[in-house]
């Protein structure tokens, strides 16, 4: 609440500073309140993408999509190049009315449905009814079972891989206790006596509560009655406090820890196993750093080892270990080392054949690159990919075809740098890589079980969705459905467009979008308002289509050039030069790249009033702004 507060008190003083600058055009506030509501109008409910289901573990799958016709259900076949619909749903409900004697509504029929074994038959769960029908033969048959909803047991209850224990916290403690259902013992086991306020099992505001409750930092180890749980140690981390002035009947004051950039106590982790069947619980010896963080990335499926990545405090150096559960002993597998420090927001480490290879993305050559290990020596067996770009994240891995797919930026000439583009890498040839969506738009990939067929939603911000089915060469075998855009059109909407400036250096690549009003008139003379964001990690700029992107449209339609752009350490999908050049020093340069960014803009559109500009702000935005 604080930050948004901050953020319409920046944008209120831009608009009074704007209104003061001397005569300007009339707000259309008609306009604005238009565009306002357009989230309770029906066609921001229209479909623009496919997001389809794959039906079991086949590459045929099943998507929904919202027009003026209503919501209507696709199937397709790929492999047959087969598109049709998966019921026809007046029909459909006409059989199921049949049995319950209503009416329904093809226009919002709620249906809920799963695909049974035999991939052609649907359960139908409507109207405390349960159905099967034949998507083929169109046959629908009422079943004599009633559906079920189970409420499911309390959260805290963390039931081990058999089922026979559970887990839970109480009183900053960790305890175990037989599952009745299963013919346990029900007397609880007190597992740990050492827990207490600020170093405990329970959440902060469970700690001096009587009950059960759930161990959040604890898990089962696979195939095991072993567990692992991370313990963070706040004993001495400062105090903080805030006053809760809407207490009854008086204010009340709230005290919470906190670490401060350079405090010299800081919160430590700790790593535990348990055993159930011991009855005990040990501390693993995982220190090599002062104030190191710890997380926890996988647990083996034959239940021997468990990995994690720690960091120093400074986030320049980490090692990814394995501890061998039965001895509690620790291997480095990997150790990393990157300056200013490593890009944790991009951070991806997969774990293969049940961590027998490690996958692990880092930017020791300055750009972040997928290098794959050998786990039991720790040996690189091959780096996948490089260059002057960016590989991120990963969208499927075949472990049997030895191939990983993921998303690149950057790397093709033309091509915006910030566009999510699929690639092709093959896990045990260097740098053997295939461009999969080569169209200069951000693509947005669900690909199939086999991964001989990919579904593609792509798209621009001024570009309606394309989706599409691709082969496994990326060649397009199958168009979708495409986006019913005509009513949004016919009220006034129009796209934003993308631009490109230059950040104050004079040299580096800064991109952008602008909002006009609905009524724009390029002989006439706007304000412009700056919506900004200096980092790190994120450039809140928009790439892909979307009709209702909130405070940008509706800014736009009061009469005033809205533009929103990206900034030097704005996000790691430039690569380590450019996110990392706001490490400590985050205030002055995006102010001087998004001042030199409106310069240019106004120089090249003679449309825009350089003399009144406005900017706003969430987060670092509302510092900024």
Request: charged residues 25%; neutral net charge.
């Amino acid at each position: 609440m604080k930050n948004s507060l901050f953020r319409y008190l920046c944008l209120a003083v831009a608009l009074v500073s704007c209104n003061f600058a001397g005569a300007q055009q009339k707000a259309n506030y008609q306009l604005a309140e238009k565009f306002r509501l357009l989230e309770q109008n029906p066609i921001d409910k229209y479909s623009t993408e496919v997001r389809p289901t794959f039906i079991n573990d086949t590459d045929c799958f099943y998507y929904s999509f919202t027009t003026r016709e209503g919501k209507k259900y696709y199937y397709v076949n790929p492999k047959k190049k087969e598109k049709r619909l998966l019921f026809d749903t007046d029909e459909l409900l006409s059989k199921i009315a049949v049995y319950t004697k209503k009416a329904y509504s093809s226009a919002d029929p709620h249906l809920s449905f799963t695909f049974m074994k035999d991939n052609e038959t649907i359960r139908i769960d409507l109207d405390r009814g349960l159905y099967t029908y034949n998507i083929h033969t169109k046959e629908l048959k009422q079943l004599d079972e009633k559906p079920t909803y189970k409420t499911g047991d309390p959260y805290w209850m963390k039931y081990s891989p058999d089922s026979l224990y559970f887990l839970y916290a109480s009183k900053d403690n960790l305890y175990f206790v037989g599952n009745p259902k299963k013919g346990q013992d029900t007397i609880p086991v007190q597992l740990t006596t050492d827990g207490m306020p600020d170093y405990t099992f329970n959440r902060e505001d469970e700690g001096k509560m009587e009950g059960r409750f759930g161990a959040e930092s604890a898990h089962w180890i696979p195939g095991s009655h072993r567990f692992y749980a991370v313990r963070e140690d706040n004993r001495k981390v400062r105090d903080l406090w805030v006053i809760n002035s809407l207490s009854k009947p008086s204010p009340e004051l709230i005290t919470y820890k906190a670490e401060l950039a350079g405090d010299k106590n800081v919160t430590q982790y700790e790593l535990l196993l348990g055993d159930i069947d011991k009855r005990e619980v040990k501390k693993v010896d995982i220190n090599r750093w002062p104030d190191q963080y710890i997380d926890v990335l996988y647990a083996s499926k034959d239940g021997k080892r468990l990995y994690f990545q720690r960091y120093n405090r400074t986030w320049n150096q980490s090692d990814i270990c394995e501890v061998d559960v039965e001895t509690g002993k620790v291997r480095v597998v990997i150790h990393e080392e990157n300056k200013p420090y490593l890009d944790y927001q991009m951070r991806n480490v997969s774990f293969l054949n049940d961590g027998k290879e490690i996958l692990f993305r880092s930017e020791r050559n300055g750009w972040g690159h997928y290098y794959l290990y050998d786990t039991a020596t720790g040996n690189l067996k091959n780096q996948l990919t490089d260059g002057t770009w960016v590989a991120g994240p990963v969208a499927q891995i075949d472990t049997i075809g030895r191939k990983m797919y993921f998303y690149g930026y950057g790397r093709e000439k033309g091509i915006d740098p910030y566009y999510y583009i699929l690639y092709e890498a093959h896990l045990d040839r260097p740098n053997a890589l295939r461009l999969l969506t080569p169209e200069n738009a951000s693509h947005e990939v669900s690909i199939s079980p086999s991964c001989r067929y990919l579904v593609d939603s792509y798209s621009t911000v001024s570009q309606e969705p394309v989706n599409v089915v691709r082969n496994r060469n990326g060649k397009v075998i199958m168009t979708l459905e495409k986006p019913d855009l005509q009513p949004v059109y016919e009220m006034g909407w129009k796209a934003p467009e993308r631009f490109k400036v230059k950040a104050a250096d004079g040299v580096t690549d800064l991109y952008g979008v602008m909002w006009k009003p609905a009524d724009f008139d390029s002989t006439k003379v706007y304000p412009i308002i700056s919506n900004v964001y200096p980092g790190p990690f994120f450039e809140y700029v928009p790439t892909r289509f979307t009709i209702n992107d909130v405070y940008n449209t509706r800014l736009a339609q009061l009469g005033f050039i809205v533009i929103t752009v990206g900034h030097r350490g704005g996000t790691p999908m430039r690569g380590k030069a450019y996110h990392t050049y706001g490490y400590n020093n985050m205030r002055d340069y995006p102010l001087a790249d998004d001042k030199y960014a409106i310069e240019q803009l106004a120089a090249r559109y003679p449309f825009i009033d350089a003399t009144k500009v406005g900017i706003y702000g969430h987060s670092g935005g509302g510092f900024m702004s």
